[in-house]
């Protein structure tokens, strides 16, 4: 028997909340090895674009709506290496992001990121080598279109089709 996306993101999930609710914490990092570029604007592309139109709706696995198209944009201005990536993911099943990252991770090696499940779900704490660093002030600020901060985080924040999600590591200036 086949297993679908849904189907392993599950297992996933549920180990990783499995640890979390026994006290343990769970870890998750994700590399990737596909081909990238030279330069510093680099665009992944997968499957062919979504036509198909629905709701989310709720299964035994979580989440799983219609498929859509959904871009992650990760850009750092701060510290070299200076970087703005953007990847593209057609014709995925409607999930929360962080499903989305996994799959934009094993598609392109300019894409890497780590953290940790906590109280509040999943925390991104580095992505392609910069880590959020309270001493330094600095943090990966996730997002949406509009450059306004997502309400929700990667375990929960579910993207609509044709979202673009951008991660922009950020550095928290006193005056």
């Keep these: 028997m086949a297993q679908t996306e849904c189907n392993i993101g599950i297992v996933v999930g549920v180990i990783s909340s499995i640890l979390v609710a026994a006290g343990l914490g ?54 070299e290496p200076f970087f703005n990536h953007t990847i593209e993911l057609f014709g995925m099943r409607q999930r929360e992001l962080i499903f989305f990252m996994e799959t934009a991770a094993k598609k392109q090696k300019e894409f890497r990121f780590a953290g940790a499940y906590g109280q509040y779900g999943f925390y991104v704490q580095t992505i392609n080598g910069l880590t959020s660093n309270s001493d330094l002030k600095t943090w990966w600020q996730i997002l949406d279109q509009n450059m ?28």
Excluded: W
């Design 26 to 79: 769970a870890t998750l990092y994700v590399t990737t090895t596909g081909s990238g570029s030279n330069g510093n604007s680099t665009i992944t592309r997968s499957t062919t674009p979504s036509t198909t139109s629905g709701a989310v709706y709720m299964t035994p696995c979580g989440v799983c709506g219609p498929e859509i198209d959904v871009a992650i944009n990760i850009q750092n201005s701060i510290v």
């Design 148 to 175: 306004e901060m997502l309400k929700k985080g990667v375990s929960s924040h579910i993207p609509i089709h044709q979202e673009t999600v951008i991660f922009n590591f950020t550095q928290t200036v006193d005056h």
